[in-house]
Nanobody, 117 residues
Framework: QVQLVESGGGLVQPGGSLRLSCAAS????????LGWYRQVPGRERELVAS???????NYADSVQGRFAVSRDNAKNTVSLQMSALEPEDTAVYYC???????????WGQGTQVTVSS
């Protein structure tokens, strides 16, 4: 019943910025943590950033200070502002929704971010 749709990916030069957005629909409740993961072929999907309903955030060490996650509960959207992008940030970025206390994960279709000169 939960659907997530990402947008905003693309090609950017090192040091540039991108803003990813994710629109959530369906049965989204306050106990859902919303966030972003990324995956490179051959590697594990990794957490980039997450945010609770009341604004508590969590970031991967590699992006802390460069990325900022935000959430609009009225619109059921979550965004990821990406700054000072590095080639190592190149990946497919996935929107994620997870009920607190449950193993269930809901995923978007993914959006490609490529950082290259």
């Amino acid at each position: 019943q939960v659907q997530l749709v990402e947008s905003g990916g693309g090609l950017v030069q090192p040091g540039g910025s991108l803003r990813l957005s994710c629109a959530a629909s369906g049965s989204i409740f306050s106990f859902f943590i919303l966030g972003w993961y990324r995956q490179v072929p051959g590697r594990e999907r990794e957490l980039v950033a997450s945010i609770t309903y009341n604004g508590i955030t969590n970031y991967a060490d590699s992006v802390q200070g460069r990325f900022a996650v935000s959430r609009d509960n009225a619109k059921n959207t979550v965004s990821l502002q990406m700054s000072a992008l590095e080639p190592e940030d190149t990946a497919v970025y996935y929107c994620n929704a997870r009920p607190i206390g449950l193993a269930t994960n809901y995923w978007g279709q993914g959006t490609q971010v490529t950082v290259s000169s």
